[in-house]
């Protein structure tokens, strides 16, 4: 008995190649479909519910906006579940949502408290994130907390849908990929205010900036600058502001003889219920320069602001996001909502925060399950219509929501004390949108 | 010119109530030696006196109207305020007066305060190291700021001046300027009297009356002052109310130039701190000149011109000045010897 050893061919090595190819091959991918479904942070497959997070400012300047922005959440979380009278779920569109939770889960809720303060913010999300397990967290009132829990949720792999946040950095050079914003900008209040300004104050205008010195303030003065000097205003001077300033008459006295005629203030919050107040003070708005009528302007308007300074904001043109008078379904079921619940409508911090919920829970639903990395799919390039700012796009390429903006100005005849703001234009999504690039910033990748 | 009368302008109204709340300060300090870290507070306190005044006397009735309802479905409330449907015009004029008149408000609620504060706590701690009663009085302050949020909310509560002097007025024609170039709040200047009429007041009260004369010799020398058989402490205790007053005026009057909100007191209390440091630690005159010198300086600071030269001034000019004077003067403009220097 011999044995004979003969060579391998090349057939043969062919074959024993894909064979072992296919062996190989086999658990990678049983092992990568497993990952899909449970490998990711606080995954709520084994529970009978899922835990979303709301992190507002519940102390400090911002605190009577977060409560507000809580009031809707809850509202949310309520209609999620199937309670109330449904809201916005009556007329969003598309919808897969059905009233019995998110996927089959009730939807819980933990809260905490921004302070609107970066560091405090982070610190309060890390800890709903790992001690309460929540899957997706949303809230806040400024654009530096905002910036910063993107980028935790980046670290962290947990869905972040921002609260209220208008600087341009958010979806530009600061957005992340596990961040999503519904609401707008300040390059879109530009765009949207630039032909309302020119048809009511012309073209040929001098603007004094004063402006909050942080990432917000700065991006807004650009942006309005911009949009003001396309329309042949000239910028006789762009002065920051120590953000929290209380007495802004310093500042407002070099205004008086500047030759400006038109005072641009990039404030929001209190900041711009001081300096409006005191520049209506100074008898700015009383004056007659270069034969025109001096203008205050206020880009970034929110209703509860607008109660802050009284009636000095009467004629003031701005932009806002919503206003609770619009009239289509969407906001009229939403606001319907609120003011059976509390007792008043509701303001443009809680509108954007209950859109957000509907839309990460609907982006859920669409994609069978809460893995973040689905989700985010789902929501990236998404298009919905009947959540009060008529057809919108959650673009891909930033995550930044597209849709219409709303022109607005101090309500000469106001009816109620919420009846401030009079909308003078709504600005078609098309005119307030703009290439992803112009920003920079990347998203960063999917799976973290 | 015209630039740098503004500045003076807005440095003297803003120093005036720095001088205010400063002469607070050092009266207590002076008296009794506490340094009071809530004294910001009193002066949020008095600003919230006058809101609580206006939402009193602009309680309103409600009437609904079933014929109409709100966007959310309710029936629409119409609301008319009491005063005006009880007293007609008198009450219209009631409402527009409302700053003012709260002062009748302010000055009984800010006595109260300032006795239940001294006699409640502050007292418990005349014989502590200053770092704990400052910071037993930062608590106090805290939880004070944390009551007002509670009531009030944290948004700033607009307060509307008189109509008489709620414009602007042209100085420029008064200063012999061209008209319009010097254009500055009506109410502002009512508030510069105002701060200017109290600190007289204060002034007047401790030089010419025996009340004051003992508290200015208790301030001097406090044993001697006991020795002679005068209860030094029940006067110390009315001081502490009187500084709370001075507060709290300081905080009515200023509701229709900076909306108040829980946190008002806390932006003007360093500040008055370094004001009453710059000054001299316990020196009334002191305080006052100190007041109304840091808030011209930092007016100045903040012309564009300045800031061109040297970009972030406005931020830090106050800061700056009181680290030069402490260098040259260690005890302030017109500090006493022996203050503090223990």
């Known amino acids: 008995m011999s044995i004979i050893r003969r060579p391998m061919n090349r057939r043969s090595l062919l074959k024993a190649g894909a064979a072992s190819g296919l062996v190989l091959a086999t658990p990678t991918i049983i092992s990568r479909s497993a990952w899909a479904e449970t490998n990711f942070r606080n995954d709520p497959t084994n529970s009978k519910s899922v835990t979303f997070g709301f992190n507002v400012p519940q102390t400090g300047a911002y605190a009577d906006e977060g409560a507000d922005e809580l009031r809707a959440y809850q509202l949310a979380v309520k209609h999620l579940n199937g309670d109330g009278d449904g809201g916005m779920l009556n007329t969003m569109k598309p919808l897969s949502l059905n009233g019995n939770g998110v996927l089959g889960k009730k939807v819980e809720y933990v809260t905490g408290d921004t302070q609107t303060k970066s560091d405090a913010a982070r610190a309060s999300a890390k800890r709903m994130i790992e001690k309460d397990g929540v899957i997706m967290w949303s809230g806040g009132s400024s654009s530096g907390v905002a910036i910063a829990q993107q980028s935790l949720a980046q670290e962290m792999g947990v869905v972040y849908m921002c609260g209220l946040t208008h600087s341009n950095d958010t979806t530009g050079k600061d957005r992340r990929r596990y961040g999503f914003r519904h609401f707008f900008n300040a390059y879109m209040s530009g765009a949207a205010l630039g032909p309302v300004l020119k048809k009511e104050m012309g073209t040929d205008r001098r603007a004094y900036h004063l402006t909050a010195d942080y990432t917000w303030g700065w991006t807004q003065e650009e942006s309005i600058a911009n949009t003001t000097e396309g329309l042949g205003w000239e910028t006789v001077n762009k002065v920051r502001t120590p953000l929290g300033a209380g007495d802004f008459s310093q500042y407002i006295a070099p205004v008086l003889n500047s030759g400006a005629d038109v005072l641009i203030l990039n404030h929001y919050g209190k900041d711009m219920i001081n300096s409006l107040t005191q520049a209506v003070q100074f008898g700015l708005r009383d004056k007659v320069v270069n034969g025109k009528n001096f203008e205050i302007i206020v880009p970034l308007y929110s209703r509860l602001m607008a109660q802050g300074a009284g009636e000095n904001i009467k004629g003031i043109y701005g932009t806002t996001n919503w206003n609770w008078s619009l009239q289509d379904e969407g906001s009229k079921a939403f606001v319907k909502s609120f003011g059976q619940e509390y007792g008043f409508p509701p303001s443009q911090a809680a509108h954007t925060c209950y859109v957000q919920t509907l839309l990460y829970a609907d982006a859920c639903e669409r994609a069978g399950t809460f893995n973040p990395v689905e989700v985010i799919k789902a929501l990236e390039d998404h298009q919905f219509d009947g959540m009060g700012n008529g057809p919108t796009l959650y673009r891909g390429a930033d995550h930044q929501c597209f849709k219409d903006v709303l022109v607005v100005k101090g309500n000469e005849n106001a009816t109620s004390q919420f009846d401030l703001l009079e909308v003078v234009e709504v600005t078609p999504a098309s005119q307030v949108t703009y290439d992803p690039e112009i920003f920079g910033g990347e998203l960063g990748p999917y799976k973290v | ?342």
């Open chain 2, 1 to 342: 010119m015209d630039a740098i009368v503004l500045q003076i302008l807005n440095g003297l109204d803003k120093g005036g109530a720095y001088a205010l709340i400063a002469l607070g300060l050092t009266l207590i300090f002076g008296t009794l030696g506490v340094v009071n870290f809530a004294h910001g507070a009193l002066f949020m306190l008095g600003a919230f006196c006058a809101v609580a005044f206006n939402h009193v006397i602009s309680l309103e009735k409600v009437v609904v109207d079933p014929t109409k309802t709100t966007a959310w479905g309710t029936p629409l409330e119409i609301r008319v305020p009491y005063l005006e449907s009880w007293l007609g015009d008198t009450g219209a004029t009631m409402l527009n007066y409302s700053v003012p008149l709260s002062i009748l408000l302010a000055i009984p609620v800010m006595l109260l305060v300032g006795y239940i504060m001294e006699r409640g706590l502050i007292r418990h701690f005349y014989k502590r190291p200053h770092a704990e009663q400052i910071l037993v009085t930062f608590g106090l302050a805290i939880v004070l700021q944390e009551i007002v949020k509670t009531y009030f909310g944290a948004n700033p509560i607009p307060q509307a001046a008189p109509d008489v002097v709620r414009g602007a007025m042209d100085l420029g024609v008064v200063l012999g300027f061209d008209p319009g170039t010097v254009v500055y709040p009506q109410w502002r200047i009512v508030y510069l009297f105002f701060s200017l009429s109290v600190i007289g007041a204060v002034f007047a009260f401790l030089q010419f009356t025996t009340f004051g004369m003992v508290v200015r010799a208790g301030m001097a020398d406090r044993e001697t002052v006991g020795f002679l058989g005068i209860n030094i402490e029940r006067r110390f205790t009315l001081v502490f109310a009187i500084a709370a007053v001075v507060a709290g005026l300081a905080g009515v009057m200023y509701t229709p130039i900076l909306p108040p909100d829980y946190h008002m007191g806390m932006d003007f209390l360093v500040l008055s701190f370094v004001v009453v440091v710059v000054g001299g630690m316990g020196s009334l005159p002191g305080a006052v000149s100190a007041g109304f010198l840091l808030g011209i300086l930092q007016s100045f600071a903040s012309m564009n011109e300045v800031k061109t030269i040297l970009p972030g001034i406005d931020q830090i000019i106050i800061y700056l000045v009181a680290v030069i004077i402490l260098l040259v003067r260690p005890r302030g403009l017109m500090g006493r010897k022996g203050v503090m220097e223990t």
